[in-house]
C-alpha cells in the first residue's frame, strides 16, 4: 500500500462544481479557498470526506494524478446507500466546506508492470480512469474495459469516446442487466502473460467474476479494489484477550465485540473510515499471537505474516494477541 507523503487531515476544502454525470452519479470539485495547489496524488488514490451527518467515506480521485489545485470525485447515489452517499447528494452543494483525509492509497499501479488490463464496472471506472491516464501519460501499453448496465447510467461515456487521450485503448460493454451480454472476463483472461498486471474496481458481481477468472495468474498481478467488503467464510467467533505493549493493558475481548470496539470501550482513538476491512486505516502491528485474517486489504502475502490486522473486523486464531499500542 502507498500514500503520498504530503496529505490533509481534516482539511476543509470548498466545493466549487457539482455536476450530474448520469441521472445518479454526480461529480465534485474540491479546492481550497485561497486557490493553492493540493498535495499530489497517485493513479488510484482516493479522499476520505468527513461528512456532515458524522459518517467518513471515500470516494477515488478520477483526474490525471500529479499535482493541481483541485481534487474531483465522483458519487453514486446507492438506494442501500448507510447514509454516505445519500448525504453527498442531497446534502452538498456548491459553496459548502467539508473536511477532507488524504490523498491515499490502497490500490497503486505497480512499477514492474509490463502492460496493464484495467477493468472498471460502474461507479468503480473512477480510479481506472487515473490509472488510464497515467499510463498513457507514461507511454505504457494498457487496454481499458468499462462495464455498465447501459451507456445512460454510465458516466464520462462521452469523454471516454471523443476526447479521451487513449481512447483507442477504450472498450465499453453494456450488458442491459445480463452479466452473460457483458464483459467476457474467462477469454479475456484465459492467457496469462509475463509482466502483464490487472486492475479491477467495481460492483462486487463484477469483481468476483474477475477474481475467479484470473485465479490462475501470479497473486502479485492482479489488484482489486473494493468499495464494500464481500462475504468472507470465517470460524464461528471466540473470545480472546489482547495485550497492549505500550500501554501496558491487558483487555479481553468477548465473541460478540470487535477489537475496535474494545478499544474504543477503553479509551484508544483508533482511526477507521470504513469499519468492514476494506480501507486500511486501522491496520495495527501485531508483535505476537495469530490474527484470524477478515479484511480484504491485505495480500494473501501480507497476511501469512500476521505482523499487522485490521482491528475493526479480524480476530485471533490463538489465545492472546499482542498489539504494538
Not at 485465479?215 to 468472507?232: L, Q
Amino acid at each position: 500500500m502507498s500514500n503520498p507523503m504530503n496529505t490533509l487531515d481534516r482539511q476543509e476544502l470548498l466545493v466549487r462544481a457539482v455536476k450530474d454525470e448520469t441521472p445518479l452519479i454526480r461529480s465534485f470539485e474540491l479546492v481550497l479557498d485561497s486557490g493553492a495547489e493540493l498535495p499530489p496524488f497517485e493513479a488510484g488514490a482516493h479522499l476520505a470526506i468527513h461528512l456532515g451527518n458524522g459518517l467518513t467515506r471515500q470516494y477515488s480521485l478520477f483526474d490525471a494524478p500529479g499535482t493541481g489545485c483541485s481534487y474531483r470525485v465522483a458519487v453514486l447515489k446507492d438506494a442501500a446507500s448507510r447514509g454516505g452517499s445519500m448525504y453527498m447528494h442531497d446534502e452538498v452543494q456548491v459553496g459548502d466546506r467539508i473536511r477532507v483525509t488524504g490523498p491515499g492509497n490502497n490500490f497503486p499501479l505497480a512499477e514492474e508492470a509490463a502492460t496493464s488490463v484495467l477493468i472498471g464496472g460502474g461507479i468503480g471506472v473512477t480510479p481506472i480512469l487515473s490509472m488510464a491516464l497515467e499510463l498513457h501519460r507514461q507511454g505504457a501499453e494498457f487496454e481499458m474495459h468499462y462495464c455498465a448496465r447501459s451507456a445512460e447510467d454510465a458516466a464520462f461515456v462521452d469523454w471516454l469516446r471523443s476526447e479521451a487521450p487513449f481512447r483507442d485503448r477504450v472498450q465499453m460493454h453494456f450488458d442491459g442487466g445480463d452479466p452473460a451480454r457483458g464483459l467476457d472476463v474467462q477469454a479475456l483472461l484465459a492467457e496469462v502473460i509475463e509482466g502483464r498486471h490487472l486492475y479491477c474496481c467495481g460492483p462486487g458481481g463484477l469483481m468476483d467474476a474477475v477474481e475467479a477468472a484470473s485465479s490462475h495468474w501470479p497473486a502479485n498481478a492482479v489488484h482489486f479494489e473494493r468499495f464494500k467488503a464481500s462475504v468472507v467464510a470465517t470460524a464461528e467467533n471466540q473470545p480472546f484477550s489482547v495485550y497492549l505493549s505500550r500501554s501496558g493493558l491487558e483487555l479481553e475481548v468477548p465473541a460478540d465485540k470487535s477489537v475496535l470496539r474494545v478499544l474504543r470501550e477503553n479509551g484508544f482513538d483508533i482511526n477507521t473510515l470504513c469499519e468492514e476491512g476494506v480501507c486500511g486505516s486501522c491496520l495495527t502491528d501485531v508483535l505476537d499471537g495469530e490474527p484470524e485474517h477478515r479484511d480484504q486489504i491485505l495480500s494473501a502475502d501480507e497476511k501469512s505474516l500476521n505482523d499487522v490486522m485490521a482491528v475493526c473486523c479480524s480476530r485471533a486464531k490463538s489465545s492472546r494477541l499482542v498489539l504494538d499500542l
